[in-house]
């Protein structure tokens, strides 16, 4: 696999994870707690094991900081690959088949897999596509029609009082133009990409750099969507959460309520 350009790494990374995450789902497996409620199960380190071992034999020299992993790889590692192997632990333990398995490298390609519908959501960095049954790409294309917007109510909350996105849900601009929806997995991000979802929403800090959230960034990102932070500012070092839109007017509404002003 060493020939392979960095999208096909990261999509046969996001592949083998999904495999392992569909082949253990159903089974009683052994949860490994994490505290303040979050824990991981046998799934999410299989997942990443698999994920780490295409990486390792593709690109032996890079770094990976995974969900249950930690850092690992040299320190000083130009290239860093984000992984989260399970994201929507929570639905998986229950017999949700709501997930996504995310690959990123930092700044450059990524992959998020849906283990349940044999889709795999991707960027070489420039453009999104997906492909589905390995073997069909189609371009990915945002639109807001379907007027869903995602939005995360998973805590923390750092941007309460002045910011909760359950806040957001009451607005009656929002009830008048968009139709929530909660899935709890950042699957999410790959569907406002392909325009399943109109958009996404989620507090948090620096989201950017996040395994759970880098890959369906740089997918929005590519796709052409309108991405920043809860702000309005783009996102990096300094960014609290994320506000993911189709176009420009879903963007702006969604801004023109956190803001107060609708």
Not at 5 to 32: F, K
Not at 41 to 63: F, Q, Y
Request: hydrophobic share 45%; aromatic share 6%.
């Amino acid at each position: 696999m060493g020939a392979y350009g960095d999208a096909e790494v990261a999509i046969a990374g996001a592949r083998a994870g999904a495999d392992v995450v569909r082949g253990l789902y159903g089974q009683r497996l052994e949860r490994i707690e994490k505290g303040g409620g979050d824990f991981a199960t046998a799934a999410d380190v299989a997942a990443e094991k698999a994920i780490l071992a295409v990486i390792r034999d593709a690109r032996p020299d890079d770094a990976v900081l995974g969900e249950e992993g930690g850092q690992q790889g040299a320190a000083a590692a130009v290239r860093q690959w984000l992984v989260d192997p399970l994201c929507g632990t929570l639905n998986y333990a229950v017999g949700n088949m709501l997930v996504a398995v995310n690959v990123a490298l930092r700044e450059g390609p990524a992959a998020v897999a849906d283990p349940f519908g044999d889709e795999v959501f991707y960027t070489d960095g420039t453009t999104a596509r997906l492909r589905q049954d390995g073997v069909a790409d189609t371009p990915l294309t945002p639109t807001p029609a379907t007027r869903l917007v995602d939005v995360n109510l998973d805590p923390p909350f750092p941007s309460a009082p002045g910011f909760r996105a359950v806040d957001l849900l009451a607005h009656p601009e929002f009830v008048a133009r968009f139709r929530p929806r909660v899935v709890s997995t950042t699957l999410a991000l790959a569907w406002v990409a392909a325009g399943r979802r109109a958009a996404y929403v989620t507090d948090g800090g620096d989201l950017s750099a996040s395994v759970h959230f880098a890959a369906g960034i740089a997918l929005c990102q590519a796709a052409g969507c309108v991405v920043t932070g809860i702000d309005g500012a783009p996102l990096g070092e300094t960014g609290r959460g994320l506000v993911a839109a189709a176009d420009e007017e879903t963007h702006d509404l969604l801004m023109s309520m956190i803001r107060g002003r609708g």
